[in-house]
């Protein structure tokens, strides 16, 4: 199983994964189709099919052309919002593509119907990966735009969390030096939060993807993963986890907002094709 990175848009990843034998791929969060269909014919792969983690036009909006370039192409997510749906999974599903397997963790709260996918090979020695789109990032978790710190929680400890820690996270966005700086501000006397920031910055400089990080990483740097430390209850003045999620949630949407990116509610507009307006307005 081979996993490649592909930047676009702004931050955006999206994924192709390649199962080696056979030369079948799947596209996780196809945002970009001219893109990925130059991957495809580099890597000389079929695409077999698309996984969306919501439905976000920046995750979801390539899937009507590719469904329409390849017919009978199967797309997979868990919300009736995800365009060119052909099969809406549930939480704990597990799917098959050759080799390669694929559970399906319902994660809602950026929205009512983000999926996650937790996939690899049986009898490979290869680390199993996480394709988390906007619930886990690296140093961070996404914005609690159609659900609550309830649900986010439930998703970051029992479900995402609790997953074997080789795991290899590979998130929705690039947005780790931004996430690390706000952890530093958290945890300033964190070592690993510092040393992750100082490899984040230079891997920004060189425009290389800080995916993918692990599982164990994100638990030694990650605050939102970090609940129940002190550092972090001390920062937020709380110390019932759900109530340290919050607050630091709040805390990381009020932090140094980079004035070219928009706000959550322009964020929200994409679905109304009022994206282009708010950006106009800022």
Known sequence: MKVKVISVLEDNYMYLVIEE??????????????RLLEIIRKEDVVLKAILTTHHHWDHARGNEELAQLFPGLRVFGADERVGALTHRVTHGQELSFGAIRVRCLFTPCHTSGHMCYFMWEDDSPDAPALFSGDTLFV???????????????????????ALPKDTKVFCGHECTVRNLKFALKVEPENEAVKEKLAWAKQRDDEDLPTVPSTLQEE???????????????RFTGRTEPVEVLRV???????FKKPKERPNPQAMLAFDWGLFQPFLEKK
């Not at 034998?21 to 001219?34: E, F, G, M, Q």
Request: with cysteine; net charge negative; proline share 5%.
């Open 21 to 34: 034998s056979t030369r079948h791929a799947i596209a996780v969060d196809a945002a970009v189709p001219k």
């Open 219 to 233: 638990f030694l740097y990650n605050p939102f993963l970090r609940l129940t430390e002190e550092p972090v209850q």
């Open 139 to 161: 140093g961070g978790c996404g914005q609690f735009f159609e659900g609550t710190a309830e649900q986010m929680l439930t998703n970051l400890t029992q479900i995402l969390g």
């Open 248 to 254: 630091l949630r709040s805390h990381r949407d009020n």
